[in-house]
């Protein structure tokens, strides 16, 4: 490990810590020696799990509940995560989405608006509500998609319509944050094994097809790379959009 990825006296709060990306990224940031905050939604069960497997390890963490999709449950959570982490938080990784798909005329509105409320609002309301708590020099990360750059396949337009929104505000709060030396990313995975996306199956198979290196990315590798992000030695990257997807766009 080298210095620049030692989080030891810093707090991170990672929304949608239970399952998936967002339990490995905080995971690899508690193993670095960051104090861990954890949301979720419904998966109390899996959060306690993932808070226990960190305090096994010799970290710290706790889970709270926060749903990304209600404004004042989003922001009442993020802003008690803080308050117990302490007075500052280092490291924001917007992590919790949803990936609802359809062509258009079959996906119904309620859908469509889960995708906008839980991807898009979720991730302002989190983050206006402790804005004013993050500490200077303090790190966010956004987890926007491969949809965040294109939409390669038919029936993802409210999905990626989400995630290109996550672009434009980690573009325009680089630049709202630039002045408190707080840097503001995103990072765009391709297809990563998770209960979302799982790489068995005929749909995974298509999948792995289109993708250089062959396979479903791992949690791990996209939690290393915002672990990267959150550390001093990616001081000068801000505003940044960066894929990892295997060569999936390239
Ligand atoms: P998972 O479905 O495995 O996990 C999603 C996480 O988000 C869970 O912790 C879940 O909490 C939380 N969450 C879902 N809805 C809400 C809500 N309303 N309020 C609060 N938390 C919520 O997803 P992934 O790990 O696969 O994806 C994580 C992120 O990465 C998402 O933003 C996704 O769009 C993005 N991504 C994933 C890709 C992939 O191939 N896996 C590809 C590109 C981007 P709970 O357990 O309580 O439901």
């Known amino acids: 490990m080298t210095h620049g990825m030692d989080f030891h006296g810093k707090t991170a709060l990672v ?9 490995a990224i905080a995971r690899t940031l508690a193993a670095r020696g960051a104090s861990v905050a954890i949301t979720y939604s419904s998966s109390r069960g899996s959060a306690e799990a993932v808070v226990r497997d960190i305090e096994t390890a010799g970290g710290t963490a706790f ?19 803080v308050e117990t982490l302490g007075a500052r938080l280092h490291i924001l990784v917007n992590n919790a989405g949803v990936a609802l798909h359809g062509p258009l005329g079959t996906l119904s509105d309620d859908e ?15 983050t206006s ?29 409210a999905y990626g319509m989400s995630k290109h929104a996550v672009t434009g505000m980690t573009r325009g709060w680089a630049r709202d944050l630039a002045p408190r030396g707080i840097t503001v990313n995103s990072v765009e995975p391709g297809p990563i094994a998770t209960e979302t996306n799982p790489e068995e199956g005929p749909r995974a198979d298509r999948i792995k097809a289109m993708v250089p290196l062959g396979r479903f990315g791992k949690p791990e590798e996209v939690a290393d790379l915002v672990a990267f992000l959150a550390s001093p ?11 990892i997807d295997g060569g999936l766009l390239a």
């Open 15 to 23: 929304t949608g810590g239970s399952r998936g990306i967002g339990a």
């Open 63 to 81: 889970a709270i509940e926060a749903d990304l999709a209600d404004a004042r449950s989003a922001a009442s959570g993020a802003k008690s995560a």
């Open 112 to 126: 469509f608006e889960r995708n906008l409320d839980v991807n898009v609002r979720g991730l302002w309301h989190t």
């Open 129 to 157: 509500a402790i804005v004013d708590l993050l500490a200077d020099e303090g790190r966010i990360v956004n987890i926007g998609s491969f949809f965040s750059e294109r939409v390669p396949f038919p029936g993802s337009s």
């Open 233 to 243: 030695a990616a001081s000068y990257i801000t505003g940044s959009q960066i894929l």
